[in-house]
Each structure stands twice: as structure tokens, then as C-alpha cells.
């Protein structure tokens, strides 16, 4: 069977991923919540390396529950950055918590954060498997950005509409790619 030649066959957790989310269309909000948080971890680091970790990051940030982590006290914050079974990045915990405030403010203000995305996408979903942005992915950075969230650049943002199946990116010869 084919699979996209950045998928780790050696790694069962990456075969997974690959075989049975990365690309398939989630509206779930807590879905969103975990993917735009994991996403933003991975800034400078792999996929897989984050992916490895999924599991701790669940448990540690109360299974992606948007209401306790918006209200992570400061030794909530410590036990998360000196955590040795997540990414112990003092910004990027931070940068997670105040992303997930962010992320309820735009909940309250469009009715859902996956409604929030259509209004850029307007329900478009993109076929493109050799790009790292596009204008959508720039424009909702942008947007993010000026809203105050933090990690979130054009190419996290990208990264992240591919994982939640708004775009399309397996490869030509990969068992699960779609045209248009």
C-alpha cells in the first residue's frame, strides 16, 4: 500500500494518523481546539515528534477540555512546563493556554470555530499537495495573529487545515489521494 513518503511506515502511531485522520474533514470543536494547540507545538520541531507525545498532551491538558484550559491557574502552567513527557516550551505553553481564550472568544463571536474558518474558506475545501500556504492559510494567520493568538504563522495554519481536512494534501501516488 502507498502512503505519502513523509509518513514513517516504522512508526505505528504515524500510519495511523496518516491512514485514518490526517485529511479527513473534523468539525468537532474539540477536534479544532487539539489540532490548532498540537499544530502550534510543533513550530520548529516534526510532526512525528508531536504525534509521539499526542497521548501526554491529552492527558496533561484535561483531553483538549476548553473550559479548564482556559482557566489553567500558574501552577497548572508549571506542571505543564516541566512536564518531561511534553514539548516543555515556556512560550508555546503559554502561547497554548492563551490561544485556547482566543479560540472561545471567536466560538462566541461566529457561533463555532469551524465556522470561523469558513468564513475564509467559504466551504472550499483544497486540493494542493506541494504547497506550505496558500491565501487562506495566510489570511486566517493574519486574522489569528491580530486577535492576539500566538504560533500560529501561515505555514502552522496550513499544516493545520491539512490535518483537519479542509485541505487536501495526500501525494499523487498515495492510496488516499483525491481530485478534485
Known sequence: MNRCKWCNEKNPLYVEYHDQEWGILQTDEKYLLEMLILESFQAGLSWECV????????????????DKIMNYSEDKIQELINNPNLIRNK???????????????IQNEFGSFYK?????????????????????????????QKR???????????????AIGIIHSHEQNCFLYKKR
Open 51 to 66: 504525534l509521539n507525545k499526542r497521548k501526554s498532551f491529552q492527558e496533561a491538558y484535561d483531553q483538549f477540555d476548553l
Open 91 to 105: 512560550r508555546k505553553v503559554k502561547a497554548s493556554i492563551e490561544n485556547a481564550r482566543i479560540f472561545h472568544n
Open 116 to 144: 470561523y474558518l469558513l468564513s475564509f474558506t467559504k466551504g472550499k475545501e483544497y486540493y494542493e499537495y506541494t504547497k506550505t500556504t496558500n491565501k487562506a492559510s495566510d489570511a486566517i494567520s493574519k486574522d489569528l
Open 148 to 162: 492576539g493568538m500566538h504560533f500560529v504563522g501561515s505555514i502552522t495554519i496550513y499544516a493545520f487545515l491539512q
